[in-house]
Nanobody
Framework: QVQLMESGGGSVQAGGSLRLACRAS????????LGWFRQAPGKEREGVAS???????TYADSVAGRFTISRDNEKRTIVLQMDSLKVEDTAIYYC????????????????WGQGTQVTVSA
């Protein structure tokens, strides 16, 4: 069983930046794609960004141009750099891993992290 361990998050004012990291306890087929989902209060969980083992990236339209996802396979870690944060980015962010592209196919997620809170104030 792979564990995804998140770090980072916190509180920031609108326009600021935050950095999230997620480390996988091991690499398996289910970590071919790693990425982030988020869930705001009263809303459904939505995909934010994903990256394949070959560094192919996918972004939600709402974060494209503001967020950057990167991957270090040697460290089994992905990083989500979040810039120009908006109040509507406030949510719990979950690290996720799957065998295929998880943003386009959320059902492909095999592993979930426990989540980390991101709060953006006006």
């Amino acid at each position: 069983q792979v564990q995804l361990m998140e770090s980072g998050g916190g509180s920031v004012q609108a326009g600021g930046s935050l950095r999230l990291a997620c480390r996988a306890s091991a690499y398996t087929g289910g970590t071919a794609y790693l990425g982030w989902f988020r869930q705001a209060p009263g809303k459904e969980r939505e995909g934010v960004a994903s990256i394949s083992v070959f560094d192919q990236t996918t972004y939600a339209d709402s974060v494209a141009g503001r967020f950057t996802i990167s991957r270090d396979n040697e460290k089994r870690t992905i990083v989500l750099q979040m810039d120009s944060l908006k109040v509507e980015d406030t949510a719990i962010y979950y690290c996720a891993g799957g065998l295929s592209e998880i943003l386009k196919q959320p059902s492909a997620v095999e592993y979930w992290g426990q989540g980390t809170q991101v709060t953006v104030s006006a």
